[in-house]
């Protein structure tokens, strides 16, 4: 039997605009935009399937989509059409972009977490860094002091930040410092989904290649999901199994990463791959 995917996503289409004529079914534009009513489709009929303890990863220029794609998985855009589903939500058979507010944030707070390339979108930049982790735990029903100082100091050491620290506010802290807060704070009650939009962008190699060595533990050890965005395949190379290309708002192309490597199929796939050598 096949293994149920942890997350399925189905003809995924976000639109800016109302369409046309000429547009209606989402052909004939010009990159993602109609040449005619201006409409954007920044996600165009996306196709995605996760499964369990993979990571994921969604290469493409900027302006492709992917973080729209992301965005949208985790609520914070709204879909214009398409549906998915969560295998740790009602076993899978039930569109989440249909749900009430109420069962939305049910999601976000136990089934996914996200990262965000800016940590002022995932983190109170003043709060402690313990009280942001805590707020994700009481959000999800978590009410005993003791209980949640412990698993805030659990998942400060998975993240490797000093507990000697944990009473300081993220703004205090470098970018790198930052991220692994976002990371600790998205996983604090076990999600079985991690959402990565462009999460090591904008910081120095060194830090970058730290955290990415992160994300790789973080997948051992909490045997999690990975959907990963990124716009350098340098990044997508070293973390992802599979990996989807888009462009102008679609999946032009995926695969296993080392074959997307080795054998790119797509002239666009192709300048990604050639510019990393
Ligand atoms: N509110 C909006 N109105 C119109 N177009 C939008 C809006 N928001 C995003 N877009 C367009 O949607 C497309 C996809 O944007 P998106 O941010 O998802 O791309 P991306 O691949 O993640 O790029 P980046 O890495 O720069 O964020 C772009 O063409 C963008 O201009």
């Not at 039997?1 to 996503?9: G, K, N, T, W, Y």
């Amino acid at each position: 039997m096949m293994e149920q995917p942890v997350l399925e996503v189905k003809n995924l289409t976000v639109r800016y605009g109302r369409t046309c004529e000429y547009c209606r079914n989402g052909s004939r534009l010009v990159k993602n935009t109609c040449p005619h009513c201006k409409t954007v489709w920044a996600c165009n009929d996306i196709n995605v399937t996760l499964y369990e303890g993979e990571i994921l990863g969604i290469v493409g220029e900027s302006g492709s989509g992917k973080s729209t794609l992301m965005k949208s998985l985790y609520f914070d855009f709204p879909v214009t059409e398409g549906k998915g589903y969560l295998r740790d939500f009602e076993d899978g058979r039930t569109d989440i972009f249909g749900q009430s507010l109420q069962q939305k944030k049910y999601i976000k707070n136990h089934v996914m977490g996200m990262v965000y390339q800016n940590p002022m979108l995932g983190l109170r930049m003043d709060y402690s860094s313990a009280g942001n982790i805590a707020e994700k735990l009481i959000a999800a029903g978590r009410r005993n002091y003791a209980g949640m100082n412990e698993r805030v100091g659990e998942l400060l050491d998975a993240v490797e930040i000093l507990q000697s620290r944990k009473k300081e506010p993220p703004k205090n802290f470098s970018g790198g410092m930052q991220q692994r807060v976002q990371i600790s704070k998205a996983l604090a009650n076990n999600p079985a989904i991690l959402l990565l939009d462009e999460v090591t962008t904008g910081l120095d190699l060194s830090v970058q290649a730290k955290v990415l060595e992160l994300i790789r533990r973080i997948r051992q050890e909490f045997h999690i999901s990975i959907m990963l965005v990124s716009h350098d395949l340098a990044v997508i190379r070293m973390l992802s199994d599979r990996t989807i290309v888009m462009l102008d708002g679609k999946i032009i192309e995926q695969g296993l990463t080392d074959q997307i490597l080795d054998d790119p199929q797509q002239p666009y796939t192709q300048q990604l791959v050639h510019s990393l050598l």
